[in-house]
């Protein structure tokens, strides 16, 4: 089982309130990962890091933030929660010599009243 | 880009049947294809892998197919039972100098019928 954690599992919280998720592994892997995840499943890459102060856009736009300035962290950050950004968070890691699979921690639900 | 197309989105069987998810995928460098589970209140878990120099791995019940020419893969789960209910996620993935891209099939939701 992967070591990759995610706090908080669940967070309701009003609109204009600033958040911070949270995802931390203990594996040392260099890659990390976030994804919004709809109720209808899909998976959308929101940001990724290749390594300490290396981070990215992905694919779906999102005004969330990351920074990566340890290792095994890389924390999520809205400046100012709507209820847009109700969703799933997801966090991932993975490792060039594990191959290419991605190691999900538990995901953070978010709801923005 | 690459575009990662799932089939179907929705799969009911009986316990005891067997299961068929199909993925296709466009960009011909793809050369990992990794299946995932996704349990209620969880995040995705890999199952099973596939890497472009092999066509086929079996794990127990589980097994994954892939056409390099066709650009098309499959999951395939044997004797079915109630816990293999889940939504299951195929990708494709290329990559190389440490660089990575995946991409994700819009999931499949099983259900499993006792």
């Known amino acids: 089982e992967a070591d990759i954690y995610q706090t908080p599992r669940y967070l309701v919280i009003g609109t204009g309130k600033k958040i911070t998720l949270e995802c931390s592994q203990t594996m040392g892997h260099d890659k990390m990962y976030w994804y919004q995840q709809d109720p209808g499943m899909e998976l959308h890459l929101i940001h990724y890091s290749y390594g300490v102060n290396s981070t990215e856009k992905g694919d779906l736009s999102s005004e969330s933030t990351v920074s990566r300035i340890r290792t095994e962290h890389f924390p999520l950050t809205l400046e100012s929660a709507r209820p847009s950004h109700t969703s799933q968070y997801l966090c991932a890691s993975s490792d060039d010599r594990g191959g290419d699979t991605q190691y999900f921690g538990p995901g953070t639900r978010l709801t923005v009243l | 880009g690459e575009n990662v197309e799932q089939h179907p989105s929705t799969l009911s069987v009986q316990e005891g049947d067997s299961a068929v998810i199909k993925c296709t995928y466009s960009d011909s460098a793809s050369n990992y294809f990794p299946w995932y589970k996704q349990e209620l209140g969880k995040g995705p878990q890999l199952i099973i892998d596939?890497?472009?120099n092999v066509g086929e791995k079996k794990d127990q019940r589980i097994a994954v197919t892939l056409n390099k020419t066709a650009k098309h893969f499959s999951l395939h789960i044997t004797e079915t039972q109630p816990e293999d209910s889940a939504v299951y996620f195929c990708a494709a993935s290329w990559g190389s100098g440490g660089y990575q891209k995946v991409t994700f099939g819009t999931g499949t939701k099983l259900q499993v019928i006792p």
């Open positions: 596939i890497r472009s």
